[in-house]
Nanobody
């Protein structure tokens, strides 16, 4: 069983920044793909960014130029840097990992952007 634990969410004013972390209980190099998704109450979960290990990265249009991702293989941690945050970025953010066609999810971390 693979476990993912997100952290770093919180409240921020519009234009502010946050860094989300996702610690994985498995070496990132052994994972096929990872990503960040977000979901508001009553709405479908939507893609923020996904990347294939050893392959490309794809950002949703609404975060391009504002969000970036990095990873620390030694710490099995994936980071999502969110800049120039907008009120519409308010959501619960989830980290995901795909291993051998199985998808794993973290518990989510709340991000609230409000003045």
């Amino acid at each position: 069983q693979v476990q993912l634990v997100e952290s770093g969410g919180g409240s921020v004013q519009p234009g502010g920044s946050l860094r989300l972390s996702c610690v994985v209980s498995k070496r990132i190099s052994s994972i096929d793909a990872m990503g960040w998704y977000r979901q508001a109450s009553g709405k479908q979960r939507e893609l923020v960014v996904t990347f294939i290990i050893g392959g490309g990265t794809h950002f949703a249009d609404y975060v391009k130029g504002r969000f970036t991702i990095t990873r620390d293989n030694a710490e099995n941690t994936l980071y999502l840097y969110m800049n120039t945050l907008k009120p519409e970025d308010t959501d619960v953010y989830y980290c995901s990992a795909r291993i051998n066609r199985d998808d794993y999810w973290g518990q989510g971390t709340q991000v609230t952007v409000s003045s």
